[in-house]
C-alpha cells in the first residue's frame, strides 16, 4: 500500500510536467505546474529515505513481439529520489525569475524550451535502462544547443552552441560504447540487471568516464562551459545547477557499482585534480561575473569528480545538490545585477550595488560564502566531507594538495566578485529604473538562499559518510584555506597589476587558447601552405603539364622517323610508291 502510493505521486509529479506541452491553454502556468509537481514530489521522497528503500522499479510494456518486449522502466532510488525534487525546486525559481528578466523576449516559447529541458534531465536521472537513458542524454543535449543559441543574430552565441554541442558528441561515442558492449555480451540495457555484474568491464569503465568527460565538462573537454555564458542568464543558472553539466557525474554515481575499481579511481581522481584546480586558477583572472561563476561551475564539478575518484558516489551527490541550490542563486544575482546594469557584465564596472541593489548584494554574498565553504552553510558540510574523507583514505598526496590549493582558489574568486561589486567607487552605467521592485526577481533569490543555508543540514545524516578520527588541524584545514584565500583576495586587488604576463596568461585561458587558438591556426597554416605547395608542385607541374610535356616527347622520339637519314627517307618513299602503284592496279583491274 505504501509503495503503491509513492509510486503514484512520483508518476503524477512527473506527467504535472506534461500538462502545459499538451495543452495550449497551461503554458502561462508552467511556473505554477513545475510548483504543484515539487510539492507532489517531496512526500515520496521522506518515505523513501524514512524507509530506506533501495529501488524501485515501475515498469511499462510499450511492444510485445515475438523476439523482446519493449517496456519503459523509471528506476527510484536514493539518488534519483533526491536529486527529483531538487531538480523542480531550482526550475521553479529559475521560471519564475525568467518571467521578469526576459520581459522583452517571448516568454511562453521560452518557458517552454527550460521545460523540456528538465524533462529530459529527469528522464536521465530516472532512467531504468539505457534507452532510456541515451533519450534524456540527448535531450538535454540538443536543448543545451537551442538554449545557448537562443539569441541566435548573435555570432558568439552561435559558436558557443556548437561548442558545446560538439564536445558532448565525443563524450557520446563513450555512451554508445558502453551500450554496444552490453547488449553484445548481456543482451540487456536494463540498468538493474548491470549493476549486479561479477566481473567490472575495463571498456564499460572507459566508455562511462569518456561520456561523463565530455557532459559534465571535465578537463580536456571543459571548454566549451565558459563559452555558454553567451546564452540568457536563466538558462546558465539551470544549464549549470540541476541539469546537463551534472548528468555526467549523476550517470557515473549511478552506474558506479558496474565500474572497474582500479581505473575508475585512478582516471576520475587525476580528472577532478586537474579540472578542479585550472578553472579555479581561470576563474581568478576573470572579470565577466558570469564567466567567474562558469568557471566556479568547473571548478566544483571536479571536486564531485574526486569524490567519484574516492569511491564516495554519496558524496558526490551530496556536493551535487548542495551545489545546484547556490550556484543557481549566485547566476540569478548575476542576472539581477547585469539586467539593472543595462547588460554591463565587467565587475570593474558593476559598483556600488549595496546601495542600489541591497537585496541581490547580500544574497549574492551569502551564497558566495556558502560556495566557498564557510561553517554551517550547505557548501562547508559537502566540501569539506570530500576534503576530509581524502586526507582518511590512502590518496595520493598529490591530488590532496591540488584539492586544498583549488579550494583556497575558491575563496579568492568569490571574495573577488563580492569585493568589485560592493565598493563604493561609482564607475558605472546610470542604473535601469527597475531596480528590485518585482517579486519576481526578489522571491525565487530569498527562496533558493534558504534553501542553500538549510540543505546541507538536512542531509548530512542521509549523504554523509563519517571518516576515520582526524587531529584538530585536519579538521581546521578546510577553515584555514578560507582564511587564506581571503587574505590573498586582498593582496591581490591592492597590490597585482592586470599588466603582468603571468596574470595575461591566466585570463587568457592558457590551455583552452591553447585548444581553441594557437592549434587550430598553426594546423591552418600548415594545411593551407602545403595543401597549395603539393597542388603547385605535383599536380600542376609534375602530374599535369610536365607528365605531358614528358609524354609527347617520348612518343615523338620512339614513333618519328625523322632521324636525318637519307636511306630512310628513300625507304619510305619506295614503300608509299609501291602501295599505291598496288591499290591503283587493284581498282583497274
Same mark, same amino acid.
Given at each position: 500500500?505504501?509503495?503503491?502510493?509513492?509510486?503514484?505521486?512520483?508518476?503524477?509529479?512527473?506527467?504535472?510536467?506534461?500538462?502545459?506541452?499538451?495543452?495550449?491553454?497551461?503554458?502561462?502556468?508552467?511556473?505554477?505546474?513545475?510548483?504543484?509537481?515539487?510539492?507532489?514530489?517531496?512526500?515520496?521522497?521522506?518515505?523513501?529515505?524514512?524507509?530506506?528503500?533501495?529501488?524501485?522499479?515501475?515498469?511499462?510494456?510499450?511492444?510485445?513481439?515475438?523476439?523482446?518486449?519493449?517496456?519503459?522502466?523509471?528506476?527510484?532510488?536514493?539518488?534519483?529520489?533526491?536529486?527529483? $525534487?531538487?531538480?523542480?525546486?531550482?526550475?521553479?525559481?529559475?521560471?519564475?525569475?525568467?518571467?521578469?528578466?526576459?520581459?522583452?523576449?517571448?516568454?511562453?516559447?521560452?518557458?517552454?524550451?527550460?521545460?523540456?529541458?528538465?524533462?529530459?534531465?529527469?528522464?536521465?536521472?530516472?532512467?531504468?535502462?539505457?534507452?532510456?537513458?541515451?533519450?534524456?542524454?540527448?535531450?538535454?543535449? !540538443?536543448?543545451?544547443?537551442?538554449?545557448?543559441?537562443?539569441?541566435?543574430?548573435?555570432?558568439?552565441?552561435?559558436?558557443?552552441?556548437?561548442?558545446?554541442?560538439?564536445?558532448?558528441?565525443?563524450?557520446?561515442?563513450?555512451?554508445?560504447?558502453?551500450?554496444?558492449?552490453?547488449?553484445?555480451?548481456?543482451?540487456?540495457?536494463?540498468?538493474?540487471?548491470?549493476?549486479?555484474?561479477?566481473?567490472?568491464?575495463?571498456?564499460?569503465?572507459?566508455?562511462?568516464?569518456?561520456?561523463?568527460?565530455?557532459?559534465?565538462?571535465?578537463?580536456?573537454?571543459?571548454?566549451?562551459?565558459?563559452?555558454?555564458?553567451?546564452? $540568457?542568464?536563466?538558462?546558465?543558472?539551470?544549464?549549470?545547477?540541476?541539469?546537463?553539466?551534472?548528468?555526467?557525474?549523476?550517470?557515473?554515481?549511478?552506474?558506479? $557499482?558496474?565500474?572497474?575499481?582500479?581505473?575508475?579511481?585512478?582516471?576520475?581522481?587525476?580528472? &577532478?585534480?586537474?579540472?578542479?584546480?585550472?578553472?579555479?586558477?581561470?576563474?581568478?583572472?576573470?572579470?565577466?561575473?558570469?564567466?567567474?561563476?562558469?568557471?566556479?561551475?568547473?571548478?566544483?564539478?571536479?571536486? #564531485?569528480?574526486?569524490?567519484?575518484?574516492?569511491?564516495? $558516489?554519496?558524496?558526490?551527490?551530496?556536493?551535487?545538490?548542495?551545489?545546484?541550490?547556490?550556484?543557481?542563486?549566485?547566476?540569478?544575482?548575476?542576472?539581477?545585477?547585469?539586467?539593472?546594469?543595462?547588460?554591463?557584465?565587467?565587475?570593474?564596472?558593476?559598483?556600488?550595488?549595496?546601495?542600489?541593489?541591497?537585496?541581490?548584494?547580500?544574497?549574492?554574498?551569502?551564497?558566495?560564502?556558502?560556495?566557498?565553504?564557510?561553517?554551517?552553510?550547505?557548501?562547508?558540510?559537502?566540501?569539506?566531507?570530500?576534503?576530509?574523507?581524502? #586526507?582518511?583514505?590512502?590518496?595520493?598526496?598529490?591530488?590532496?594538495?591540488?584539492?586544498?590549493?583549488?579550494?583556497?582558489?575558491?575563496?579568492?574568486?568569490?571574495?573577488?566578485? !563580492?569585493?568589485?561589486?560592493?565598493?563604493?567607487?561609482?564607475?558605472?552605467?546610470?542604473?535601469?529604473?527597475?531596480?528590485?521592485?518585482?517579486?519576481?526577481?526578489?522571491?525565487?533569490?530569498?527562496?533558493?538562499?534558504?534553501?542553500?543555508?538549510?540543505? &546541507?543540514?538536512?542531509?548530512?545524516?542521509?549523504?554523509?559518510?563519517?571518516?576515520?578520527?582526524?587531529?584538530?588541524?585536519?579538521?581546521?584545514?578546510?577553515?584555514?584555506?578560507?582564511?587564506?584565500?581571503?587574505?590573498?583576495?586582498?593582496?591581490?586587488?591592492?597590490?597585482?597589476?592586470?599588466?603582468?604576463?603571468?596574470?595575461?596568461? !591566466?585570463?587568457?585561458?592558457?590551455?583552452?587558447?591553447?585548444?581553441?587558438?594557437?592549434?587550430?591556426?598553426?594546423?591552418?597554416?600548415?594545411?593551407?601552405?602545403?595543401?597549395?605547395?603539393?597542388?603547385?608542385?605535383?599536380?600542376?607541374?609534375?602530374?599535369?603539364?610536365?607528365?605531358?610535356?614528358?609524354?609527347?616527347?617520348?612518343?615523338?622520339?620512339?614513333?618519328?622517323?625523322?632521324?636525318?637519314?637519307?636511306?630512310?627517307?628513300?625507304?619510305?618513299?619506295?614503300?608509299?610508291?609501291?602501295?599505291?602503284?598496288? #591499290?591503283?592496279?587493284?581498282?583497274?583491274?
Amino acid at each position: 500500500m505504501l509503495e503503491s502510493m509513492m509510486i503514484t505521486l512520483i508518476l503524477t509529479s512527473m506527467l504535472l510536467l506534461t500538462l502545459p506541452i499538451i495543452f495550449k491553454k497551461l503554458e502561462t502556468k508552467i511556473t505554477k505546474t513545475i510548483k504543484l509537481a515539487f510539492l507532489t514530489s517531496l512526500p515520496p521522497m521522506m518515505l523513501i529515505l524514512k524507509h530506506q528503500m533501495q529501488n524501485i522499479n515501475i515498469n511499462f510494456n510499450l511492444l510485445n513481439t515475438g523476439m523482446t518486449n519493449m517496456t519503459m522502466t523509471l528506476m527510484i532510488n536514493k539518488y534519483s529520489i533526491l536529486f527529483l $525534487p531538487t531538480a523542480l525546486f531550482v526550475t521553479w525559481s529559475i521560471m519564475e525569475f525568467s518571467t521578469w528578466y526576459m520581459t522583452n523576449e517571448p516568454t511562453k516559447k521560452f518557458q517552454k524550451h527550460l521545460l523540456i529541458f528538465l524533462i529530459s534531465m529527469l528522464i536521465l536521472a530516472t532512467a531504468g535502462s539505457f534507452m532510456q537513458l541515451l533519450i534524456g542524454w540527448e535531450g538535454v543535449g !540538443i536543448l543545451s544547443f537551442m538554449l545557448i543559441n537562443w539569441w541566435s543574430t548573435r555570432t558568439n552565441a552561435n559558436s558557443a552552441a556548437l561548442q558545446a554541442i560538439i564536445y558532448n558528441r565525443i563524450g557520446d561515442i563513450g555512451l554508445i560504447l558502453v551500450m554496444t558492449i552490453l547488449l553484445s555480451t548481456l543482451g540487456t540495457w536494463d540498468v538493474m540487471s548491470t549493476l549486479t555484474l561479477s566481473t567490472k568491464d575495463t571498456l564499460i569503465t572507459l566508455g562511462l568516464i569518456m561520456a561523463a568527460m565530455g557532459k559534465s565538462a571535465q578537463f580536456f573537454m571543459h571548454m566549451w562551459l565558459p563559452a555558454a555564458m553567451e546564452g $540568457p542568464t536563466p538558462v546558465s543558472s539551470l544549464l549549470h545547477s540541476s541539469t546537463m553539466v551534472v548528468a555526467g557525474i549523476y550517470m557515473l554515481a549511478q552506474m558506479h $557499482p558496474m565500474m572497474n575499481t582500479k581505473y575508475l579511481t585512478t582516471i576520475c581522481l587525476c580528472l &577532478g585534480t586537474l579540472t578542479s584546480i585550472y578553472s579555479s586558477l581561470c576563474a581568478i583572472a576573470q572579470n565577466d561575473i558570469k564567466k567567474i561563476i562558469a568557471f566556479s561551475t568547473s571548478s566544483q564539478l571536479g571536486l #564531485m569528480m574526486i569524490a567519484i575518484g574516492i569511491n564516495k $558516489p554519496d558524496l558526490a551527490m551530496f556536493h551535487m545538490i548542495t551545489h545546484a541550490t547556490f550556484k543557481s542563486t549566485l547566476f540569478l544575482c548575476a542576472g539581477s545585477i547585469i539586467h539593472n546594469m543595462q547588460n554591463e557584465q565587467d565587475i570593474r564596472k558593476t559598483n556600488c550595488t549595496k546601495n542600489t541593489l541591497p537585496t541581490t548584494t547580500t544574497i549574492m554574498t551569502i551564497n558566495g560564502i556558502t560556495l566557498a565553504g564557510t561553517p554551517f552553510l550547505s557548501g562547508f558540510y559537502s566540501k569539506d566531507m570530500i576534503i576530509e574523507t581524502m #586526507m582518511s583514505t590512502n590518496t595520493n598526496a598529490w591530488a590532496l594538495t591540488t584539492t586544498l590549493l583549488s579550494t583556497t582558489m575558491t575563496s579568492i574568486y568569490t571574495a573577488r566578485m !563580492i569585493f568589485y561589486t560592493t565598493k563604493k567607487f561609482f564607475c558605472y552605467k546610470p542604473i535601469t529604473a527597475q531596480q528590485e521592485s518585482s517579486p519576481q526577481q526578489i522571491f525565487p533569490l530569498i527562496r533558493l538562499t534558504l534553501a542553500a543555508t538549510m540543505t &546541507g543540514t538536512l542531509l548530512t545524516p542521509i549523504l554523509s559518510n563519517t571518516p576515520a578520527l582526524l587531529t584538530t588541524f585536519m579538521k581546521m584545514t578546510p577553515l584555514m584555506t578560507i582564511i587564506v584565500g581571503t587574505y590573498m583576495t586582498t593582496e591581490m586587488t591592492t597590490k597585482l597589476q592586470n599588466t603582468t604576463k603571468s596574470w595575461k596568461f !591566466i585570463s587568457h585561458l592558457a590551455f583552452f587558447k591553447l585548444l581553441h587558438r594557437i592549434i587550430p591556426l598553426k594546423v591552418l597554416k600548415f594545411s593551407q601552405k602545403h595543401s597549395t605547395q603539393l597542388t603547385d608542385l605535383m599536380w600542376l607541374e609534375n602530374t599535369g603539364p610536365m607528365t605531358i610535356d614528358l609524354l609527347n616527347t617520348t612518343a615523338s622520339n620512339i614513333i618519328s622517323m625523322q632521324k636525318g637519314q637519307i636511306k630512310k627517307y628513300f625507304t619510305i618513299m619506295l614503300i608509299t610508291t609501291t602501295i599505291l602503284l598496288l #591499290m591503283q592496279t587493284t581498282l583497274t583491274l
